[in-house]
């Protein structure tokens, strides 16, 4: 049911972009222009929100956070938690729905009037990250991430989907102190992330977006997110600055 949903929703909205540039073409109108898209990714508690809440104040800036509310409310089941704490039952359920959502949210930012879209996280990071991780862990299995594989290789073939990506924040920051911070936070689902599951998902980070071991969609801008917050968001608008 998930997997037909998300094959309707873009077949749906394919076929309104081709009505619209076909409406354009005939009024005489200029297509509209796909606005800058940035992923910004790092590891649990690395500051991408604040990175984000920051970037939001900039002028011609739209921002997507990560659809955690959506998570937790699927059918009345809050399914993020129930992933969390209960890895081997819903694993795979969550990836699948989490492809839906993030797939659902580009498609949105694509679509946006802002010159710049921001999206936290992405389709790369939960399968070269995430699913990685699940599949070394052993709660995935073998045909469970083959499966993710194939929709993971649908959803990002620009041909198909017309999804491009221009650019990578890396929030790059040291488990040890993310584990400090999700402690303070209190988001329940984070209650109980040890410092192995921190250090194993900073390494699979490093692994794609530092070393290049998994195809990288865009290039990549490292940021330090071991700053104080205050330092952390005066050189963020610098970078901003800087960068736009």
Known sequence: ????????????LQQEEKANTTSSSVS????????????????VGSGKSSFLDIMSSVPGVEVYQEPVD????????????KMIREPERWSATFQLFSTFTRTQQSLKAARSSAPIVMIERSLYSERFCFVEMLRDSGVLQSGEVALLDRYFQRMTDQ????????????IRSDPGLLQERIQRRGRAEEEGLSLEYLETLHEKHE????????????PVEVIDGNQDIETFTRNVKNWAKNMF
């Not at 959506?70 to 993020?80: K, S």
């Not at 041909?159 to 890396?170: P, Q, R």
């Not at 692994?207 to 865009?218: C, E, I, S, Y």
Request: charged share 20%; proline share 5%.
């Open 28 to 43: 005489g109108q200029k297509n509209i222009v796909k606005p800058v898209t940035i992923l910004v990714e790092g590891n």
């Open 1 to 12: 049911m998930l997997l037909s949903s998300l094959i309707s929703l873009l077949s749906i």
């Open 159 to 170: 041909k198909w989907t017309g999804l491009e990506v221009d650019l990578i924040v890396y």
């Open 70 to 81: 959506v998570w937790r409310d699927v059918g009345g089941e809050n399914i993020f938690e």
């Open 207 to 218: 692994q794609w977006l530092v070393r290049g071991k998994h195809p990288r969609p865009a």
